[in-house]
């Protein structure tokens, strides 16, 4: 008699654990979109986007540690502000030696300009009309 209530409440309670597990897994999920270790299918993905350049490796090997590669690829900044943001990163504990540094510089300047130098910059725009 003991012994079957041994037994219901023990498989009772692993497939109530199980499914426990599961759903504080799919919560966490949600509720955290933006985890802050992206997959590596993720970071492929994403770096796959990106376009080539001699600092891209660096970028998409050391950016995505602490946060995802969308983080860094989402931000337009001028070389002021990415010489900033890449210095707090360093501080932050990102390895990068200096002609590291001056790589992922240039590439980030060139390719994640400000979001206005962007739509400037492409083909579509209209061209301010040349001064008489
Ligand atoms: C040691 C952890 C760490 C690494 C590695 C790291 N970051 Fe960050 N990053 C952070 C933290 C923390 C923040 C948020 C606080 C802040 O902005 O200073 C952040 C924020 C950012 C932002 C958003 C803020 C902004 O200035 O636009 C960008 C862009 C960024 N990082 C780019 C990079 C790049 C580029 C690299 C690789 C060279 C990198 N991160 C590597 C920790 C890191």
Redesign the pocket.
Known sequence: MFQDKLHRVFFGTIPALFCCSIGLTLVNATARPQAPVTSAAQTKKLADLMPEGDGKK??VA??????SLE??I??H?DRK??D???Q???N?????TDDDRKL?LDY?VANYPPKDADSAATPLATPPSSPK
């Open positions: 660096l970028v050391r950016c995505h540690n602490c946060h983080t860094t989402n931000a900044h502000e990415w900033a943001t890449l707090r990163m360093i932050l504990g990102t390895y990068l992922v980030l």
